[in-house]
């Protein structure tokens, strides 16, 4: 059995947190270890299973270049030079992607976004991000890579429901839930006190937070923000040597259309925090870039300056933390689709106030959506139905009392041709409608809420 030593990463509380998968997974010095040399040692390599050859050999009029063989038929779909789609990408994705995606994760934090701590300065306070393929893939993999089957993390009752199929399904992990909101604000009385109970019985802490939230919209105010890290902040500093792992699903992040809510991630209030709080930033293409069909996320981890001692130490512990990383995807997904990251390489490469500038098109178009659903709603004030506080993302959540959810979205389908999405849990306590607005004009906002108004008003 081959083993390697990770002499930095398990001193650190990381180590500790680890799942049995966490600490026994590591990248041997295997293909990509030669392939690597070979790349930068040799004028000949027979290493990677790469078909090869020169494109004047199989394309007419092609270049003596030495490439991955393709299909001609390729070049009449996709503009880049086929060797930028048809390679591997590598396991961690494409270097210049890892390097930009860093860059906008910095980028993002030192813009104020209503944060407690104003901008923030993230630059060598993180590792290099991870590219897999997806927020799904990113949140199986942290979540594996920290608890075991059997084990518990903790979310809010109101989740993506997909959680419930990656971690329980998947993964065989429990979902400890509590309210999400106390007052209209997030619930973080509830939350520690499931952190209390699950840390007495596993010894470590893993925490999901999705800000702005799907299904519900809800992003925190700066207080809540300070609320969160503080009491994050005392529970570490009272449970000595029990790791808070805190994954920070950021699908959503800067979709926020209101100001007295934070529009950045909570996860730049995380990093550096306390030496046994391990935050882990999961962002994506999808919503971020409007690219929903690529596939691409990434996993960032935020360091904290007691993991080390000094620059030699401190980039062993990327280092290592890379490998098992990089383990993960290689043994999973493998590596993510080189295309999209190419694509991503230049978008991100063309700057990053383009992309914001880019996006504000789209922005100023949901936000507008978001506003009129609220208002209508609030001014047609439908009897038996109720609002989640929300303040971003794609969705509202509105919560139904009296008629069961799914009769009342059976209904409003048979009846008034309206779809939404009824999420029904008895045991938790839910039973309401997800308002996806993101996907409804402007203009037929107003329709949408007044038949949500009349399919009630049937039904009681």
Same mark, same amino acid.
């Given at each position: 059995?081959?083993?390697?030593?990770?002499?930095? &990463?398990?001193?650190?509380?990381?180590?500790?947190?680890?799942?049995?998968?966490?600490?026994?997974?590591?990248?041997?010095?295997?293909?990509?270890?030669?392939?690597?040399?070979?790349?930068?040692?040799?004028?000949?390599?027979?290493?990677?299973?790469?078909?090869?050859?020169?494109?004047?050999?199989?394309?007419?009029?092609?270049?003596?270049?030495?490439?991955?063989?393709?299909?001609?038929?390729?070049?009449?779909?996709?503009?880049?030079?086929?060797?930028?789609?048809?390679?591997?990408?590598?396991?961690?994705?494409?270097?210049?992607?890892?390097?930009?995606?860093?860059?906008?994760?910095?980028?993002?934090?030192?813009?104020?976004?209503?944060?407690?701590?104003?901008?923030?300065?993230?630059?060598?306070?993180?590792?290099?991000?991870?590219?897999?393929?997806?927020?799904?893939?990113?949140?199986?993999?942290?979540?594996?890579?920290?608890?075991?089957?059997?084990?518990?993390?903790?979310?809010?009752?109101?989740?993506?429901?997909?959680?419930?199929?990656?971690?329980?399904?998947?993964?065989?992990?429990?979902?400890?839930?509590?309210?999400?909101?106390?007052?209209?604000?997030?619930?973080?009385?509830?939350?520690?006190?499931?952190?209390?109970?699950?840390?007495?019985?596993?010894?470590?802490?893993?925490?999901?937070?999705?800000?702005?939230?799907?299904?519900?919209?809800?992003?925190?105010?700066?207080?809540?923000?300070?609320?969160?890290?503080?009491?994050?902040?005392?529970?570490?500093?009272?449970?000595?040597?029990?790791?808070?792992?805190?994954?920070?699903?950021?699908?959503?992040?800067?979709?926020?259309?209101?100001?007295?809510?934070?529009?950045?991630?909570?996860?730049?209030?995380?990093?550096?925090?306390?030496?046994?709080?391990?935050?882990?930033?999961?962002?994506?293409?999808?919503?971020?870039?409007?690219?929903?069909?690529?596939?691409?996320?990434?996993?960032?981890?935020?360091?904290?300056?007691?993991?080390?001692?000094?620059?030699?130490?401190?980039?062993?512990?990327?280092?290592?933390?890379?490998?098992?990383?990089?383990?993960?995807?290689?043994?999973?997904?493998?590596?993510?689709?080189?295309?999209?990251?190419?694509?991503?390489?230049?978008?991100?490469?063309?700057?990053?106030?383009?992309?914001?500038?880019?996006?504000?098109?789209?922005?100023?178009?949901?936000?507008?959506?978001?506003?009129?659903?609220?208002?209508?709603?609030?001014?047609?004030?439908?009897?038996?139905?109720? &609002?989640?506080?929300?303040?971003?993302?794609?969705?509202?959540?509105?919560?139904?009392?009296?008629?069961?959810?799914?009769?009342?979205?059976?209904?409003?389908?048979?009846?008034?041709?309206?779809?939404?999405?009824?999420?029904?849990?008895?045991?938790?306590?839910?039973?309401? &409608?997800?308002?996806?607005?993101?996907?409804?004009?402007?203009?037929?906002?107003?329709?949408?809420?007044?038949?949500?108004?009349?399919?009630?008003?049937?039904?009681?």
């Amino acid at each position: 059995m081959i083993y390697m030593e990770f002499k930095i &990463l398990s001193k650190t509380p990381i180590y500790k947190a680890f799942s049995r998968l966490g600490k026994r997974i590591f990248q041997p010095n295997g293909i990509f270890y030669w392939a690597g040399r070979a790349k930068k040692e040799s004028d000949l390599s027979g290493t990677v299973g790469t078909a090869m050859g020169l494109e004047s050999e199989f394309v007419e009029n092609g270049r003596d270049e030495f490439l991955p063989f393709y299909l001609e038929q390729v070049k009449d779909y996709i503009k880049l030079p086929p060797e930028k789609f048809v390679a591997y990408a590598p396991m961690t994705g494409l270097p210049k992607l890892r390097s930009l995606w860093k860059d906008w994760v910095i980028y993002k934090a030192k813009k104020d976004g209503n944060m407690p701590s104003g901008s923030v300065n993230l630059s060598g306070k993180l590792t290099n991000p991870i590219i897999c393929n997806g927020i799904t893939n990113a949140i199986f993999l942290t979540t594996r890579y920290f608890l075991d089957e059997g084990e518990s993390i903790i979310s809010p009752e109101k989740r993506w429901g997909n959680y419930n199929s990656i971690i329980t399904r998947q993964n065989g992990i429990t979902i400890e839930s509590f309210k999400f909101f106390k007052d209209k604000e997030y619930n973080v009385e509830g939350m520690l006190k499931l952190m209390k109970q699950v840390a007495e019985k596993q010894g470590k802490v893993v925490l999901i937070l999705n800000f702005p939230n799907n299904p519900t919209g809800y992003c925190p105010k700066p207080d809540e923000v300070k609320k969160i890290t503080t009491s994050l902040t005392k529970f570490c500093e009272e449970n000595s040597e029990v790791p808070v792992v805190v994954l920070c699903d950021d699908a959503y992040e800067g979709y926020v259309y209101t100001d007295e809510r934070v529009s950045q991630s909570i996860f730049n209030e995380l990093v550096n925090l306390h030496p046994y709080l391990i935050p882990l930033k999961l962002d994506g293409s999808s919503k971020e870039m409007l690219m929903y069909g690529a596939r691409v996320a990434a996993i960032t981890l935020g360091l904290h300056s007691a993991w080390y001692e000094n620059k030699e130490e401190k980039k062993i512990l990327i280092e290592e933390w890379e490998n098992k990383t990089k383990a993960l995807i290689r043994s999973t997904i493998s590596n993510c689709s080189r295309y999209n990251q190419e694509v991503l390489v230049d978008i991100l490469s063309n700057g990053l106030d383009k992309l914001i500038e880019s996006r504000k098109k789209v922005f100023d178009i949901l936000k507008a959506r978001y506003d009129k659903t609220i208002k209508t709603f609030h001014d047609l004030n439908p009897p038996n139905l109720s &609002l989640d506080p929300a303040g971003g993302g794609f969705f509202v959540f509105i919560n139904v009392d009296g008629v069961k959810a799914d009769t009342l979205a059976d209904h409003l389908l048979k009846k008034y041709k309206l779809g939404t999405i009824a999420i029904v849990d008895e045991e938790e306590g839910i039973n309401g &409608l997800r308002v996806a607005y993101c996907s409804i004009p402007e203009e037929k906002v107003d329709e949408c809420i007044s038949r949500i108004d009349k399919g009630i008003r049937d039904l009681i």
